[in-house]
């Protein structure tokens, strides 16, 4: 008989680590999700989703894009995508690991070099896992860090490409990558920059359009727009050069087996990018409620990020619980997170704010923080 006793030894050990995760319903007011505009539950995107049934669009899709699966929606999302960000093709997946992962594990070939932030999304790592290059770890946000590996890497034979790939905003700590000199370090050493845009796209940039905006039209830069977070749905676009597109389409095993994404959801996505555009008012109001709460949370050691993610570092993972625990017994979703999510000895609440809650109930946290820390 097969037994699982290695699975609840390691469960345990988990839980002794005070490491163990568990499934917990929404409760309380909204410090955990990346809704950060409030549009998962728009009337609008509603409302799309309920004309496209009237209209007969299915359900489910069917089967894979290559086979049955791809339909109006799908190619209809994409066009508007590739127009919104500026790019010359985008790829809809149904999640953002699962666009990451294809990613990584298809584009860069052997012989190749992929250099990551030290910080980059699990996501990344499944898809470098996965592929065939070289994979080196650069130290967070040094852009110098990026060019040294390339040089050596070059100084030691390597005759294939450099790939570099960060996050524009990172999930965990909420600060930017340097971008410009990123694609300055790409450029000297013809390089292709991939940029995981998941938590700057429709929070930041022109009608919300991400960090990366003014790099879309750029022949050596893939970008991957989740449309989970602040778009308020579910999936991911990969944007980039037409070649991108179709290469995933033929080697992306991620994209080429999997069942496609809804067709509803793609009219719903679709509507997200309208939303962006129609509605500045929801990114100037978040925008509001940042600066707000970075000066509401500075007593008590929340650091400003300038940004929709607000990390308060506790160090020790049984105190960061405890933390979390009292917050949300007092009506706050936030979360604990601890390693292997962020680095060993860094466990923090991550505060995320979005417009499921107000200035009110930002002084409210910071009140009940002061008392639960003290």
């Not at 010359?88 to 992962?101: D, I, T």
């Not at 022109?206 to 999936?235: F, P, Q, S």
């Not at 999510?341 to 499921?356: A, E, F």
């Amino acid at each position: 008989m097969p037994s699982f006793e290695a699975h609840r030894a390691d469960l345990a050990q988990l839980a002794e680590q005070h490491r163990a995760r568990r499934l917990q319903p929404r409760r309380g007011v909204d410090f955990a999700s990346n809704d950060y505009l409030a549009l998962a539950s728009a009337p609008r995107l509603r409302d799309a989703v309920a004309a496209a049934l009237a209209e007969g669009v299915a359900v489910g899709s069917g089967g894979s894009r290559l086979l049955r699966g791809n339909g109006d929606e799908h190619e209809a999302l994409e066009a508007a995508a590739a127009a919104f960000f500026g790019s010359e093709a985008a790829l809809f997946f149904s999640s953002g690991f699962a666009a990451n992962a294809a990613l990584f594990a298809t584009l860069p070939q052997r012989g190749d070099l992929v250099v990551y932030d030290a910080l980059i999304h699990a996501s990344a790592h499944e898809g470098m896992r996965l592929g065939r290059a070289t994979c080196l770890a650069a130290a967070h946000n040094d852009a110098g860090a990026f060019e040294d590996a390339i040089r050596r890497w070059r100084s030691k034979g390597g005759t294939g490409t450099p790939w570099i790939a960060v996050e524009s905003l990172y999930s965990m700590d909420g600060d930017r990558a340097p971008l410009a000199e990123l694609a300055a370090i790409a450029d000297r050493h013809d390089a292709i920059l991939l940029i995981d845009e998941a938590h700057a796209t429709g929070v930041f940039g022109h009608d919300g359009r991400g960090l990366a905006e003014a790099l879309d039209r750029r022949d050596n830069v893939v970008t991957l727009r989740t449309c989970g977070k602040a778009l308020g749905c579910e999936g991911a676009l990969i944007c980039g050069p037409q070649v991108v597109h179709d290469f995933l389409v033929n080697r992306g095993r991620g994209f080429i087996f999997s069942t496609a994404p809804s067709p509803l959801m793609a009219r719903a996505v679709r509507e997200s990018l309208r939303i962006l555009a129609d509605e500045p008012e929801r990114r100037q109001r978040l925008h509001a409620l940042l600066a707000h709460a970075e000066q509401a949370l500075a007593p008590v050691g929340v650091r400003a990020t300038g940004s929709q993610i607000l990390p308060l570092v506790i160090g020790d993972d049984a105190e960061t619980m405890r933390v979390a625990d009292a917050v949300q017994a007092a009506g706050f979703d936030v979360r604990g997170i601890r390693p292997p999510t962020v680095p060993r000895g860094t466990s923090r609440l991550r505060i995320s704010l979005t417009l499921n809650a107000t200035a009110a109930d930002v002084d409210r946290l910071a009140t009940l923080l002061h008392e639960v820390l003290a």
